[in-house]
């Protein structure tokens, strides 16, 4: 070997000839491995697919206009839902409704749709129309089970509550847009634009806390003397501990909750169904 590294020239038959410089040992591939973004994908970075990537990998659909157009939509009809429901456009706008679970978890879905509408518009414009666009699919969920909850509630709770006191205006517009639409829009949009993978078995716990915290703070206003309408200190039918007693309360918070979580585990189960079949999906 010469000092300067390279090596030397061996004799052969009285002829030099040069040695052939040692080929590095080249690294063996895995069979059936295949380069692997989901992780990257699942945890909200930005991704900028290939042209050969395929259109539902990471089990979301890799078109950031046909998202942009989805979720400016969806923004619309989730306003048009809260201006109709706070009376805005009547000229008496009614601030009590900002009091009501119904309208918290629509203006979280409107803020979060907003933010979705600017992520995908900024990676549209700087990554390109292949990929996904999200600030994290694991706060989608909590967004999609806060929305949830609305929509559980208002099916379950009160539409027959409002039918046994006689009520025939249940499924009106405004209702149908808060109650259900908005919540519809929300779950479409995780399940198609959102990359899987990314939810954890005790995520349907965490997510309960949003709807847990509204729960503590009425409870704590209805004691302090904040009325949700007038004479009434409770927002909700199942929490008026007047009528039920702390039991009866009890009792339904305890259903809810359990509703809930079983609910969250399908969207987990969902989750991960759709990101093991997208990894079964040929990478050319």
């Known amino acids: 070997m010469r000092r300067d590294g390279l090596p030397r020239a061996r004799r052969l038959g009285g002829r030099a000839v040069a040695a052939r410089p040692r080929a590095l040992p080249r690294r063996r591939r895995r069979p059936g491995a295949t380069l692997n973004v989901a992780p990257a994908a699942a945890s909200g970075t930005r991704v900028a697919e290939s042209p050969r990537t395929p259109l539902f990998a990471h089990a979301a659909l890799n078109s950031r206009p046909v998202a942009l157009v989805y979720r400016i939509i969806a923004l619309a009809v989730i306003v048009t839902g809260v201006v109709r429901h706070s009376d805005v456009l009547t000229g008496a ?5 900002l009091l009501f679970y119904t309208m918290v978890s629509n203006l979280l879905c409107l803020v979060w749709v907003a933010l979705l509408v600017v992520r995908t518009a900024r990676d549209l414009r700087e990554a390109g ?31 027959p509550a409002r ?3 006689g009520d025939s205006d249940v499924f009106s517009l405004t209702d149908n847009l808060i109650h259900i639409i908005t919540p519809l829009l ?37 004691a302090l003397g904040g009325e949700f309408t007038p004479g009434q200190k409770y927002p909700y039918p199942f929490m008026d501990v007047d009528v039920l007693g702390v039991g009866g309360v009890a009792q339904w918070i305890v259903a809810l909750t359990l509703a809930l979580i079983v609910v969250g585990l399908v969207f987990v189960v969902i989750d991960r169904t759709l990101a093991a079949l997208a990894r079964r999906i040929p990478r050319r």
């Open 93 to 97: 706008p009614n601030g009590t409704t």
């Open 129 to 159: 129309a292949s990929g996904t666009s999200t600030p994290s699919p694991r706060a989608s969920g909590a967004v999609m089970m806060a929305i949830t909850v609305t929509m559980l509630i208002y099916l379950v709770v009160l539409v």
């Open 163 to 165: 039918f046994a006191d």
């Open 186 to 222: 929300v779950i479409v949009d995780w399940l198609i634009f959102v990359p899987k993978g990314a939810f954890r078995w005790v995520d349907p716990l965490l997510w309960t806390l949003i709807p847990y915290a509204y729960l503590v703070w009425a409870f704590v206003y209805g």
